[in-house]
């Protein structure tokens, strides 16, 4: 994979996740907008709100510094970690929101986040935001360029596969792979556990479509060396 930022890749990985996210939002009955997620102290229409409150982060510098420093108050005034301040204060802003609303304004504020992500200026990528954040028990120093590039557009995805696990819907992985360079289109296909094949290597199966990107671009180094081996042969064919 190629090292140098893409700065458009971001942007298109945002619309990719909202082309898929709206429609099935859409048809989720309103009944499963209560359902559990992975997320034990969210349910469907609560994890929604956040992600229509990262949305707006993105999608405004404005907001986004806003929702900062309210949750930087409030990760004072509690003690925890700012991430969780900030989540929790993008659901309780939503509170009385009815998953119409917040499917209407994700669909109205999504484009504007993906634009929002062009138009970050230079300077303020390269800026360290003022809170660490807490990961895995060791506080992190963020810039907003990772802010923005790497959490806003992990996040939509992820929490994406956490709300159709919820409600019981089918769901369908949004990625665009660079490899060296250039874009790679190959068929990836979704075993009934979970586990991701590679139509040019139909004899394996690794754990999901990361694992497996990882051994795409070998970067993974506790993958078997046979199988990255495999890898490069399919590719070299290709």
Not at 32 to 57: I, K, Y
Not at 87 to 95: K, M, N, P, S
Not at 109 to 132: D, E, I, N, V, Y
Not at 186 to 196: I, K, P, R, T
Request: a negative charge.
């Amino acid at each position: 994979m190629d090292g140098k930022r893409e700065p458009g890749l971001p942007g298109r990985l945002l619309a990719a996740e909202r082309d898929v996210l709206i429609p099935w939002l859409c048809g989720v009955p309103e009944e499963r907008f209560t359902a559990r997620t992975a997320c034990p102290a969210w349910d469907v229409r609560q994890m929604a709100a956040h992600m229509l409150g990262m949305a707006e982060m993105a999608a405004s510098v404005r907001e986004s510094i806003r929702q900062q420093r309210k949750a930087g108050r409030l990760a004072r005034q509690d003690g925890g970690p700012f991430i969780d301040a900030l989540t929790r204060l993008q659901v309780d802003e939503r509170a009385g929101w009815t998953p119409e609303r917040i499917t209407g304004q994700y669909r109205v504020r999504s484009p504007k986040a993906a634009a929002g992500r062009r138009r970050t200026p230079a300077f303020l990528r390269h800026r360290t935001m003022a809170q660490l954040n807490e990961v895995n028990g060791v506080q992190e120093p963020w810039t907003f360029g990772y802010l923005i590039d790497t959490i806003l557009t992990r996040d939509p995805w992820m929490h994406r596969l956490d709300i159709t696990r919820a409600a019981s819907h089918d769901a369908t992985l949004a990625a665009e792979v660079t490899i060296d360079g250039e874009k790679w289109d190959q068929h990836l296909g979704v075993l009934d556990d979970g586990s991701v094949t590679y139509h040019g290597l139909p004899q394996y199966a690794v754990p999901s479509a990361v694992d497996l990107i990882r051994a795409v671009i070998d970067t993974e180094e506790d993958a078997p060396e046979d199988l990255r081996e495999a890898f490069r042969a399919a590719r070299e064919e290709e």
